[in-house]
């Protein structure tokens, strides 16, 4: 391995923003059941699904419609 590099002609990751950040969520057994049936449907991994759910919900700015029983 050189003792030096030169990065004076490199240029910063352009994926870099879309990294995904990794958190703990606590969600009902239901919703879990419900995305890895549709995982089992589209081969798409059912994390990714949530993922891409939430994303587009982000995107349209969709509020939840809460009901307080």
């Known amino acids: ?6 990065f004076s002609k490199s240029i910063k990751n352009p994926y870099a923003k879309q990294l995904k950040k990794q958190i703990t969520i606590r969600l009902d057994e239901k919703t879990i059941d419900y995305f890895r049936k549709l995982s089992e ?6 994390q990714s699904l949530m993922n891409s759910y939430l994303t587009d919900c982000a995107k349209r700015h969709v509020a939840p419609h809460l009901q307080w029983n």
């Open 1 to 6: 391995m050189r003792q030096e590099y030169d």
């Open 41 to 46: 449907k589209t081969g798409m991994p059912y």
